[in-house]
DNA sequence: ATACATACTTAGCAGCCACCGC
DNA sequence: GCGGTGGCTGCTAAGTATGTAT
């Protein structure tokens, strides 16, 4: 094959010969052309050895079953030179982040807060640590200097009245605080998913038993044997009064809550590195819960035990004072690690892995960290074309090994696959690039595949797609017996082995670059092609469409709301209604004028398009959906007086309203049987209707583009992409040119985390 | 090379709350 | 003004990647 023929991956290699395909098209059924000659030696087995099947054994297990007390921590790297603290600015910083809090406090008057954003805006100015304007220097050092206040511990279990309880056969069951609570854990899921999963049922009732006996089993000698046999409901009554008590309190108790609890949280909230003040993102430490796994999770349900302060390994400077930990506690571990960017971090034990205290993502740390890894995708752009010329070359290589990374990195990089890292057993079974199996790719000669897998978070991959000629036959061999289901298809690869291959060309260069680059690069194409015209929401729409092309391409899903198809019935009803209407205003036109209907006959064609069955449908609807309110707010209104001692409406009342309706429907029962309508006052002359007969095209037209983009997106969750893969100074700079607030693009929180991008970009950046 | 340990990014979802149409 | 709805945020699970010891 030829470089040419490499060149030819549709998507964006030298984005030639279909830049003015909408991506949209291309990538549901992303085609890859192929100039591939079969010349007789690509088919030479490229199994160069034959210990080729060695491999094929299904996954390793286990891992990370290591356990070390905790108490014990391994000791810190050795990098521990700590440069001089900067000195530290002074408390402009802390005036600042009082002007923010307050901020939240006030609704509404906009001009104060816009007034108030402005000398916000000016303080940033005067003093903001614009680290993107400086040299970037040693990145291996995180801080110099580090200070904190520790982290916030859920608040210890509050026991049940002593009236709500477990049952057991029936019998109420005295436990003690520590099971009752855990109890409680799975009560509050009763009526979730989880709680009907047998997984989920069986790992938590073990655990639950196991902290029964660990605290002396059940106080009133009921011996817990079944999952089964226990009824949570009592409990499960109890927490929802409780969320409905608490919903129920006024905006003003709410609010006096709310400010409470920031208060309190404010120390913990910022820490200062290296003198400024910057804000944490998770200071609270997870509280015990039962463990969710997503997918088919085996350890789904187990108990996820509380963190005490022993637990807990603080990091900070150390000259920073320690802070004091909770009454009767003390840390675990005092660390000074400035190679981290960490400030706290305990061992959980559901799998005894790490869980961090770090800054959050509008810190600098963050912030450069971010920056590193867009340059790090944009400098792919110098060897992508290399990158692509050898694998493309290496598709044939004698050589199996490099038969599968060529695969491989083609894999990822035309369809965006992750990495792929191995799994052990007590984990969802989930893959990626590396660890596809047999099962997962299915091949249609000539050269389609299709992909079907659960990738991340048990999120199904499903494509149907045309491949390389040269892929398709290497998949066929990387499938070949005696390799069958359960067996890796890549059998020579792990992601180091690919990521070493792929340092070769660029320092840094490791597979999950590869999505950063394609979701940038695709984002860059699809905005170029947007013309600078229209109003600001028509350009949001086109903006929003080429952010959805590139969450396709990553495969970012969100389960459809609950609501959804009803939601999208309604809408539809609501755009046959006013369709309806304008039937109802061209008839009426016809009524003032018949000879219309003779001079513009395509006018009123429409008029024939409503079949009597659909208008009755429509007729009933309204019908229906008139009573119903009636009704609701015959009961509304009277609750509404009850509560205010009054006197309540007579059932006379909601006779009365409905025999409104009841007129209503006639009116309709009789147009429907001599297509007459009955003419509104409003309609009084041929051109008023006709004017009305535009409004609601105008809204059928717009609804119908909602309606649209919102089924369009149901399924597609752009967050992710704009969060984590598009190079935020695309948004910028298309906002500027475009002339669009950023505002309309980034929320609060992202125009926070992105303020380098915002800042540093003018209207001609590419990435 | 493997196995493990560590640290950091990426991911979807629940719940809340502001806003919007009636 | 009211109730539903969609957008945000917080949360934490689930990945990737690299360093270190064996």
Known sequence: MTIAAASKVKRDLSSDDDDDVPLSQTLRKRKIDSASSASSHDDADPYDSDEAISKISKKKKTKRIKTEPLSS???????T??????????????????????????????????????????????????????????????????????????????????????????????????????????????????AKNPVFQKNFFNDFLQVLKENGGTLNNVELKEFSRC??????????????????????????????????????????????????????????????????????????????????????????????????????????????????????????????????????????????????????????????????????????????????????????????GEKSEDEADTVGCCSLRYEHVTL?????????????????????????????????????????????????LDPSILNKYLQNYMPGLTAKVFRTYNASKTMQDQLDLIPNKGSVAEKLLKYNAANRTVAILCNHQRTVTKGHAQTVEKASNRIQELEWQKVRCK????????????????????????????????????????????????????????????????????????????????????????????LKSTWSSVEKIKAQVEKLEQRIQTSSIQLKDKEENSQVSLGTSKINYIDPRLSVVFCKKFDVPIEKIFTKTLREKFKWAIESVDENWRF
């Open 231 to 420: 009824d949570f409901t009592k409990m499960f009554d109890y927490f929802q009064v409780q969320k409905e008590q608490k919903k129920q309190l006024t905006s003003q108790e709410k609010k006096q809550i709310r400010l409470e609890r920031e208060k309190f949280e404010e120390d913990y909230k910022f820490c200062e590195l290296d003198g400024r003040k910057e804000q944490v993102g998770n200071f609270k430490v997870e509280p015990p819960d039962l463990f969710r796994g997503r997918g088919a999770h085996p350890k789904t349900g187990k108990l996820k035990r509380r963190v005490n302060p022993e637990d807990i390994v603080l990091n900070l400077s150390k000259d920073a004072p320690i802070p004091p930990a909770p009454e009767g506690h003390k840390w675990g571990e005092i660390r000074h690690d400035n190679t981290v960017q960490w400030l706290a971090m305990w061992r959980e034990n559901i799998f005894n892995s790490f869980k961090y205290v770090r800054l959050a993502a509008n810190s600098s740390l963050k912030g450069q960290s971010d920056f590193k890894k867009f340059e790090k995708a944009r400098q792919l752009k110098s060897h992508i074309d290399a990158i692509r010329r050898d694998y493309t070359r290496n598709l044939k290589s004698k050589v199996m090994l490099e038969r599968q990374k060529a695969v491989a990195i083609y894999l990822i990089d035309v369809f965006a696959l992750r990495a792929g």
């Open 444 to 492: 249609k000669p000539p050269n389609t595949v299709i992909f079907d897998f659960l990738g991340k978070d048990s999120i199904r991959f499903y494509q149907e797609v045309e491949v390389d000629k040269q892929v398709f036959k290497n998949l066929t061999i990387f499938k070949r017996p005696p390799k069958q289901p359960g067996h890796q298809l890549f059998d020579r």
């Open 81 to 194: 030179t700590t440069p001089k603290p900067k000195k530290i600015k002074k408390e402009n910083s802390d005036v600042k982040v009082k002007a923010t809090k307050k901020k939240k406090e006030q609704k509404k008057k906009q001009e104060e807060e816009d007034q108030e954003a402005e000398d916000q805006k000016l303080k940033d100015e005067e003093d903001e640590y614009k680290w993107w304007e400086k040299e970037n220097e040693d990145d291996t050092i995180k801080w110099a200097t580090l200070k904190h206040n520790g982290v916030i511990f859920p608040p210890p279990y509050q026991p049940l009245p002593s009236h709500i309880k477990l049952y057991y056969d029936g019998n109420p069951v005295d436990l003690p605080p520590q099971a009752e609570e855990v109890a409680g854990f799975f009560a509050a899921l009763l009526e979730s998913d989880h």
């Open 587 to 678: 008839r009426a036109i016809l009524q003032l004028d018949k000879g219309l209907l003779k001079k513009e006959p395509k006018y009123f064609e429409e008029i024939e398009d409503l079949t009597k069955e659909d208008e009755a449908t429509i007729h009933k609807r309204i019908i229906d959906r008139e009573i119903e309110k009636c009704q609701r707010k015959f009961v509304r209104e009277n609750d509404k007086r009850k509560f205010e001692k009054e006197e309540l409406l007579p059932e006379t009342q909601l006779k009365e309203w409905l025999e409104k309706v009841e007129e209503k429907k006639q009116e309709f029962e009789n147009e429907l049987k001599t297509g007459e309508v009955e």
């Open 73 to 79: 921590p391994p000791s810190p790297k050795k990098k």
